[in-house]
């Protein structure tokens, strides 16, 4: 028998072998949303070393996620051909070269690269956690791994936001490129001692390598169109250009994904009414998530006058409230219907959207504390809820390619959340060259407006 068969393994540590193997995946997401998180409170002094405006330096994190939103419907492909076990390793392992040649970047083009870089990556990672949850828990305890999985990763951006503010103020901002490598090098460890080798024989059909071109375009022109919005007077033609070919490259990838033998895109699971809707709601909770992970930092800085440290601070106590609420969540996302907790966690956050749209230069510390840990104890209900209520109904062959397509339309509404957000700060208000607390007032308005219009769709889910 094989050191590193799942015989060996649960051998070896027993009923403890699935949390130690949800433990090495959970590695894995936590690098890559520290890595999401951990940039925004370094943007400041980004912009200020290399001399560009708000416009460019928001591509770190759009272009991180942009990068992540396309890769990440791989997965399921990848899986299949190599397994978990070598994927993840090899992710991982590639992960920390990049964030270590990322922190030595001498311009904002090689940094930029860089960010894309990791979150081509990330994107091959996020789905696998969620893929190995639902292959190794039954039917009956998915919520309640998925919770502590949950509480494990939601430390990341936690606590991303004070470390990265630490590492800003005591060091330099490119130690928060450097940050995310030693927890993917231990993650390449704990996945060659408690992850298996593959129990099913591994399959063998071409990439769908012309789904992911269109699908590449779609996203790259689509972005780029947004991102010279915000000066239409110098980019008319190319916007119109960008917009034009995204919008064809999307038609083209609907088309080759529903008939091709074999797409990166399994349209079928989209037919199936939970399943659909649950992306709809995943779309939503990547723009709040996203979203105001992008704001809040900025808005602190740029309109109150906080330090990188006071901006990380007040993230805290939220990923605290967060990491408690999340194993609650997930028990009760087993036994409760999956809409009612998605719907209540959309509310939740949509009154700290509107509260922080709300708030003024005299507002305390505390009360701006109190409306973020609003905002996550209402994504802490959507994520579990989300999770179970897409992918129980799935057959455990199709898990590989649901997983990955959940993920896949959470990047997207992060991608395209965080880009509409620019585009807002940008045609605000300005003061000395900086958006004017007006201008985050209309983006916050923004991103509750778009987490309220999706709890329609939400609530005709079926339990």
Do not use: C
Request: glycine content about 10%; hydrophobic content about 55%; aromatic content about 10%.
């Amino acid at each position: 028998m094989s050191r590193h068969s799942l015989e060996a393994l649960r051998s070896r540590y027993g009923s403890r072998w699935r949390w130690l193997a949800v433990a090495t995946v959970m590695l894995g997401t936590m690098a890559t949303v520290l890595s999401a998180t951990i940039v925004n409170v370094a943007l400041p002094d980004i912009m200020a070393e290399f001399g560009i405006r708000q416009g460019q330096a928001h591509w770190l994190a759009t272009g991180f996620i942009a990068a992540m939103t396309i890769t990440m419907l791989t997965t399921g492909w990848l899986l299949d051909h190599f397994g978990l076990r070598k994927t993840l390793a090899t992710a991982m392992a590639l992960f920390s070269v990049i964030s270590v040649a990322g922190g030595f970047s001498q311009s904002p083009e090689m940094l930029i690269v860089a960010r894309i870089g990791q979150g081509a990556v990330a994107g091959l990672m996020q789905p696998m956690a969620m893929y190995l949850v639902f292959r190794i828990f039954p039917r009956e305890r998915r919520g309640q791994a998925m919770g502590i999985y949950g509480m494990g990763v939601i430390l990341a951006p936690a606590l991303g936001p004070v470390l990265g503010g630490v590492l800003v103020d005591q060091l330099d901002w490119r130690f928060v490129m450097f940050a995310p490598a030693p927890v993917t090098l231990l993650g390449v460890f704990m996945v060659w001692k408690f992850l298996p080798r593959p129990v099913a024989p591994l399959l063998r059909y071409p990439f769908d390598l012309s789904g992911f071109t269109l699908l590449a375009i779609t996203v790259i022109f689509s972005l780029d169109a947004l991102n010279r919005l915000q000066l239409p007077d110098d980019n008319g033609l190319r916007i119109a250009v960008g917009g034009a070919v995204a919008l064809l490259a999307l038609v083209l990838f609907v088309i080759r994904e529903r008939r091709a033998r074999h797409p990166l895109l399994k349209v079928s699971l989209l037919r199936r009414r939970s399943f659909l809707f649950a992306n709809i709601g995943a779309i939503a909770l990547g723009l709040a998530l996203f979203g105001s992970t992008y704001l809040i930092p900025l808005f602190v800085q740029t309109a109150l006058g906080f330090t990188a440290t006071e901006a990380g601070l007040l993230m805290l106590p939220a990923g605290i409230a967060l990491g408690i609420i999340f194993p609650l969540a997930g028990r009760m996302a087993d036994t409760h219907s999956p809409r009612l907790l998605i719907t209540a966690g959309m509310g939740l956050f949509a009154s700290s959207a509107v509260l922080f749209a709300l708030s003024d230069l005299a507002l305390g510390f505390a009360w701006l504390a109190l409306w973020a840990v609003i905002g996550r104890v209402g994504l802490g209900f959507m994520l579990p809820a989300l999770s179970t209520g897409a992918l129980n109904p799935l057959e455990s062959h199709e898990l590989g390619h649901g997983s990955s397509t959940i993920n896949f339309t959470r990047q997207l509404g992060g991608a395209y959340g965080i880009n509409l957000v620019a585009l807002t700060l940008e045609y605000g208000d300005h003061a000395n060259g900086l958006p004017t607390i007006d201008a985050f007032h209309t983006a916050w308005w923004l991103v509750a407006g778009f987490v309220l219009l999706a709890v329609w769709p939400v609530w005709r889910m079926r339990d």
